[in-house]
């Protein structure tokens, strides 16, 4: 059964579609938005040959033509190069304004489609297809777009709200274990930021979520996308509210810095997974959240089989002190103070730049030393 989630946001408005069986139907999905029946893909090398001919299949059977370029998999692909070579592409398959670019891949093809898209012609319109569990939860909603420079991740992009999203769950099947558990990591964290009750249900259902029941997948996604539109659409831009999202992410950055953006030791989500972990423990530490929340985290994760703490990153991590340091580096840091989502108590985290910095310190000592 497919669920529908609004994103209100004005003019800029869409729909996200969440169940199975959306790549067969992607042609009846997308056909209201098209003025003409072809749409230009982009995707990557690791999904083409799992998904494009189900996508060609759904579009073909409303008479949309379908033209495609894979990219090579991998986070090394949101770079200029890439972006180059994609805004070029769509160029020569004479994309026009009125258009319709779609994405269908990770959030690699989803944040570097949604740029090119943004800067094609000054902007055409764009549809995400998201084919990861963290796609479909979190970078296929929003509409951050962009890539990354030598600078660091994600430092050039743009808002650019995409016109409609179809996760199909079925997708999902195909995603290797470890990907599918990063990607949990920022399932669970919607619910310890935001929604206790959502987090108790991931409690129960995590294991057969993971273990490929549908049902489950479905709830989850949809759940996820409904908090995502909900911060979206009051903070849009990240002026305020929407830099709850970040929850575990200042940890994450600095840990994803310091094992070299290597994903064979330490993925995006794993990273998230483990930073709301340190989240929680600062924030039972400041006496701000009940002392046994951590503890119960933990030992959802270990449920899980995803990684919980620093002991489980393979390779040499540096000190605390070098650790506080990549958070200093963080681009959510204004006028240099730290900026952390804490909480008090599962399901109510808040912002603050109010964290004593000998606490972080201790705090990272203490989870280095566990390792
Ligand atoms: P990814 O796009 O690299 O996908 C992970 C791997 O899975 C890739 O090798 C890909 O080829 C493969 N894959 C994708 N779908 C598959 C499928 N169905 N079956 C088999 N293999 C499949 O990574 P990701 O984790 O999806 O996204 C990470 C990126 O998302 C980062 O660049 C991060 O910065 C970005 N991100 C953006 C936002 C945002 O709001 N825009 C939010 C979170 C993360
Ligand atoms: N992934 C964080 C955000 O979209 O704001």
Known sequence: MTETVHVPLGDRAYDIHVGPGLLAEAGARIAPLLQRPRVAVLTDETVAPLHLDGLR?????QGIAMSALALPAGEATKN???????????????VERRDVVLALGGGVIGDLTGFAAAILRRGVRFVQVPTTLLAQVDSSVGGKTGIN????KNL???FHQPSLVLCDTDILATLPPRDFLAGYGEVVKYGL???ADFYGWLEAHGPALAAGDLAARGHAVRRSCEMKAEIVARDETEQGDRALLNLGHTFCHALEAATGYDGARLLHGEGVAIGCLLALDLSARLGLCPQ???SRF??????MGAKSSLADIPGDLPSAEALLDLMGQDKKVLDGQLRFVLTRGIGRAFVTSDVPRDTVLVLLNEALEGR
């Open 149 to 152: 420079t030598r600078h660091g």
């Open 80 to 94: 200029w190069a890439q972006l180059a070579r994609a805004v070029e592409w769509l160029l020569d398959e004479r």
């Open 156 to 158: 050039v992009g743009a």
């Open 57 to 61: 299949a759904g579009l073909e059977s």
């Open 298 to 303: 933990a030992a959802h994760l270990r449920l």
């Open 193 to 195: 930021l935001g929604d």
């Open 292 to 294: 046994e929340d951590p």
